[in-house]
């Protein structure tokens, strides 16, 4: 990540992460506190070949000092083949979540 600046507070918050001169975009559309869970849309233009992209990041307490992480998307309109589009998603997931790790020392 080269860079990622925040417009707003709370649900509508608008997060623009810049990568490799690329920028993304992500609106916050809900908060569940108590469920420890986030959904997020990806705002046009797109980078991926999906439109109307949501996506929502779920944690689950497993036991002290441990946690589960779910991150999961859907869209409603594939411009590719679905399971080209799943690879490549699963694949920023898992480089984001071991990046997560690292930084945490886990």
């Avoid at 990568?19 to 559309?29: C, D, I, K, N």
């Avoid at 469920?35 to 996506?55: D, F, Q, S």
């Avoid at 307490?61 to 080209?84: H, I, R």
């Amino acid at each position: 990540m080269d860079s990622c600046t925040l417009e707003g507070d709370g649900v509508g918050a608008v997060r623009a992460v810049k990568r490799g001169g690329a920028v993304t975009s992500e609106r916050l559309e809900a908060i569940d506190s108590a469920a420890h869970r986030i959904t997020y849309g990806l705002l046009p233009p797109y980078r991926l070949a999906a439109k109307n992209v949501r996506a929502t990041i779920a944690l689950t307490p497993l036991g002290q000092n441990t946690t589960e992480l779910q991150w999961w998307s859907e869209a409603s309109e594939l411009d590719a083949p679905q399971q080209e589009i799943a690879t490549y998603i699963g694949s920023f997931y898992r480089a984001s979540v071991g990046n997560l790790r690292r930084r945490l020392g886990s």
